[in-house]
């Protein structure tokens, strides 16, 4: 790169593609660039049939109990003997089901979703329609700027601010006097739990998708919404029936993304979520565990297992939440490319 | 650029309500977040002393030389490989593919963008820290960061190099310049801003990650050293996570000090990153 | 392009500079594990630092788990563990287990009212607690080891740790040693599958059980005792517990220090022994030697000889036994007769 002469002035040479391509440098660039852009295959099949060879042992031995149990127990490591199924062994009482972890993922990631969907349309309009505009740019700045907070800061906002306010104000209170709405009710534990984690994952994710669906929003809608309000509808009808159904699959496809987001985010859920084991939530302030959590905090004790299964089935924890997000992304993508093709503009 | 709408009046109860009820939920959404990065600053603040700029971590207190320059080696490690890497990408989709691989690798790097940052991390841990040797180590830490980088950069490149004025390019191939000639002296020049931009976002999401980092960088109360493997790296996040959890004041205090300067860190790459957008908007107008 | 590249050299260049300087000095360990260990291990890395500077040692508190792992792998040099290891490990890899210092782990709880008196608890009234069979604090089991005391009927909440850690281990060996039924269910463990209670509450490090205990009324924990000034800033109130002699105990120097000593004399060679639930009339019943795993075959002689002398260092006298880094994080010195066994096992080091 550091030497490049320009022969501007060479205008002997043919200047046809195919002449071209058959240049030396030419052939050479190509190639090399096109290894590098074999990288992110490369990454993202190897990483799945690593993950997948590594945890073979774990996916045979567990079988399908590990989608339909919800006890974990590594097994007895100072007990005596191993316990063997399907040619491979582990510890002594061994139990490796997922259920309580899945089960939490899917959970806290819906429950996200439920809160910050809505909440995140409502800003992005906002962005759009209803703030002054002079005061436009450091409201989008200041949402995007949130959107590179440290998932540890977060974290750590979390562990020191939110859980104890739950904990001690917001949990008794509610209990208290809304305990009869069902999953509101009964215990209201410490703070760590479901309602943490769906907050600081919904002010994880609320900037990501303020910031797609805006740009969708000022992408598509902006003639139909004056077209709308020239033919004498109300702001209220030219949004809900000309600038919500056009801009729908853009955001549908934000929200898919945001929704892998909040399954794969690992830090701040684990700082907060009361690491429930063995056990599901029975109320919103309920421990509960993600799979991403339970990967950082149970490889510590896994490790401890001579067999090596507690540390292959976290390997197949590993290999079904990359399915899970992997699925989502796929879709997502797939939502968005289909609306960018019929709109007519580039993939 | 959109066009700017000024504000609507709102015509009937449903409007206004409406209208009422969306700003409402962006005051408290930046409310809400801004009471994060208050809450950072005021206690991280007060922390922030000359000497964290000048000593390692010491025990369970000490200053903060090591993290940060640990953080700033992992990144800029991150930054060289997904330079090349996701420069090469681009490059490969913007001239040579044909349209169905651009199609398939823009779909691939989009879908390594939502891969989980701890599948990431159990992969390289289990991959290059046990069964290649490696150790925790500067190289197993930096492919880490580079692999969280990579989408972000070669989204930017690709734009800024689809986004190169056909009718330059068509100039420079007419007078007789060959294609890779083209790519270094006009694309690149060009594209430069939106790249950088890529690159400083890139910066930004390297700076904060740490579920990758905990078993491919490790830790390390010492100033890195460059040894690529079999040697531990310190940085940022780690000191928010793990000294927050120690039984002293001192530790609460670097790892609020931590969080503070990783905040700073990261916002000034952000501002830097918007400033190129405006300065490439201003230039194509 | 060019110039960023150029900086992005000569930042790499610097921080090489600055990186080798102090790299040339000498050796560099690595310790890494039990969360309990790393405030005392940065304690004395810190001082011996200070008279040995060419070498480097680097401290993580990752748990005993990945302790275990590493010093296995060759990955650090120190895994420090809170646990020994067990048999079936030592199997596929035989691994030195040097106790450094002695540990306790006390109950705390939560109970308006109460938290300034230490309540009687017993081995099988904690194992009814945690499984589920006794729900109120009033229940009859606790009343009758605390006469004179009125406990209030509200739900106990239970607190247990949710990654693995060697507090479970020393806890479900003080319920599993204490509590036949207990012994057969769940057992002890770094991780134990805990028995489902609706309102049990899993919590992260011992930071995580102290401020999940703060947060939560009418609940209980067990914490490691490095972290007691923090459960008394807290305003926890702490048990008295039934040791093997039936007698109740408070954690504190002379008890831990007698359950240590009754038990010292049967520690063996490999000096893998549980220190839980200790005969005699004032043994403690919950302590714990904190461990050095350690690869008696290291790589590097030179490594090796470091790791010899920081370790003598940590178990002398004059050296890392000393009153003013144990008390700091409420340890207890080896023994005399301990110290030796150590001495032993550190001369196996190659």
Known sequence: MASMDIRVGDTARAVSPAALQRS??????????????????????????????????????????????????????????????????????????????????????????????????????????????????????????????????????????LVPWIGEKLAPWVTAHLGFVPFLGGSAGSGNGLAASVFILSLMVIPIMVATTRDVMLAQSNSLFEASMALGSTSWQAMTRAVLPSVRSGVVASVLLAFGRALGETMAVLMVCGAAINSYPENIFSPVNTIAAVIVSQLESALTDASGMAQRSLAELACALFVITLIINVVARGIMRGADRREGRAA | MAIARTGVAPKSWASRTWWTFSTACLIAVIGVLFSIFAFVMARGFPAIKLSLFTTSTHGTAGGLLNAIAGTFLLVVIGLAIVT??????????????????????????????????????????????????????????????????????????????????????EGAVALGARPAMVIFSIDFPWALPGILTGLLVATGIGLGETAPLIYTAGWSNYLPTLAPTHSPVGYLTYVVWTYISQPFEASHQLAYAAAALLMIFIFATNLLARSFVEYRTNRSR | MRKTLALAFAALLAAGALGSGKAMAGTSLLETGSTLVYPLMNLWVADYQKDHKDVQITTQGTGSGTGISQAISGVAQIGASDAYMADSQMKS??????????????????????????????????????????????????????????????EIVPIHRADGSGDTFIFSQYLSFSTPSWKNGPGYGTTISWPSVGNAVGANGNPGMVQTCRNTRYSIAYIGVSFLDETNKAGLGYAALKNRSGRFVLPNASTIHAAASALGSKTPRDERISLVFAPGAESYPIINYEYAIVNPHQQ???????????????????????????????????????????????????
């Open chain 3, 93 to 154: 890899s035989p691994m030195l287990n040097i106790p450094l210092a002695i540990s306790a782990q006390q109950i705390n709880y939560n109970i308006p009212g109460l938290n300034n008196k230490h309540l009687h608890l017993s081995g099988p009234v904690l194992a009814g607690i945690y499984s589920g069979q006794i729900k109120y604090w009033d229940d009859k089991q606790i009343a009758e080891l605390n006469h004179g005391i009125k406990l209030p009927h509200h």
């Open chain 2, 84 to 169: 090349l890497v996701g420069l090469g990408t681009a490059i490969w989709t913007v001239e040579f593919a044909p349209l169905w691989a651009k199609r398939v690798i823009r779909f691939m790097v989009d879908v390594l963008a939502g891969v989980p940052s701890i599948v990431v991390g159990y992969f390289l841990y289990v991959a290059l820290v046990e069964e290649a040797g490696w150790g925790f180590s500067l190289v197993a830490g930096a492919i880490a960061l580079a692999i969280f980088m990579l989408p972000y950069v070669v989204r930017a490149a690709d734009v800024a190099f689809s986004n190169v004025p056909r009718t330059v390019r």
């Open chain 3, 300 to 350: 590097d002689a030179g490594k090796a000889a470091d790791l010899k002398k920081f370790l003598m260092w940590a178990i002398a006298k004059d050296g890392g036994q000393q009153a003013r880094f144990l008390n700091a994080v409420h340890f207890l010195p080896l023994p005399e007769k301990i110290v030796q066994l150590s001495k032993e096992q550190i001369e196996k080091i190659k």
């Open chain 1, 24 to 161: 030396g440098s030419q052939t050479i660039l190509a190639v090399l660039t096109g290894l590098a852009a074999l990288a992110s295959f490369a990454i993202i099949f190897l990483m799945l049939f690593f993950l997948i060879a590594y945890a073979y042992p774990a996916i045979r031995f567990n079988g399908i109990e590990f989608f339909t149990s919800g006890i974990w127990n590594i097994g007895n490591q100072y007990g005596s003997g191993t316990m063997t199924r399907n040619g491979f062994s582990a510890q002594p009482g061994a139990s490796f089901g997922a259920l309580v972890f899945i089960f939490g993922t899917l959970l806290t990631g819906a429950l996200t979703m439920v809160v910050a969907v809505p909440l995140s349309l409502m800003v992005a309009l906002s962005l759009v329609y209803t703030v002054p505009k002079r005061l436009r740019p450091i409201a989008n700045a200041l949402v995007e700027l949130m959107a590179g907070v440290p998932s540890v800061v977060y974290g750590l906002w979390g562990m020191v601010v």
